[in-house]
């Protein structure tokens, strides 16, 4: 598999794990639309709004990280590798992708790990007693999704710039499809 399919293929996911998160969010503001007309109508809330929320929010900021990472959508700071030069800059991106690359696992993990204990211990909601752990593994594996994606950006940025060959077809910074 070349790498321009395999990063089509990893774009094609994250564009879909951030709609079915954009998707989320506008079931969630259903529900509080709901709730709102609720209140203003018959003066009764839903009182499964916030049980809801808190379920669905760790879903919904999840899945905006894979595609993120794969865009190159977060905050650089360059101008200590600039004002050294192109060799010292790609060892600095270097050194970023990896340190990037270590806090992703870093989160993966202790996701993991809490999941595991909501699961655990059998965590609910406190009204409508949806179980915290299911919606918590699919924040967890949008979490998890990640370490791949960025590990492909590291290799790719090595290639590119500490190598010099060039990246891999298809592994241009902020590629589009």
Sequence with gaps: MTWVRIERWLFIFSRW???????????LALFIIVDIVMRWLLNTPYEGVGDIYRVLLP?????????GVLQHRHVTIRFL???????????????????FLLFFSLIAWQFTLYTIE???????????????????????????????????????????DVTGRGAPQGLEEGMQF
Aim: proline residues 6%; charged residues 5%; contains cysteine.
């Design 17 to 27: 794990v951030a709609l079915c998160g954009l998707s989320t969010l506008l079931l």
């Design 59 to 67: 879903i919904i900021v999840s899945s905006c990280f894979p595609i």
């Design 81 to 99: 590798g600039k004002s050294l030069g192109p060799h010292w800059e790609a060892y600095f991106n270097l050194f970023g992708g990896i340190l």
């Design 118 to 160: 909501l699961q655990a211990v059998g965590e609910y909601t406190w009204v409508i007693q949806l179980p915290m752990a299911p919606w918590w593994w699919v924040t967890t594996c949008v979490m998890a999704s990640c370490v791949p994606l960025q590990a492909l950006r590291v290799v790719s940025n090595f290639i590119r």
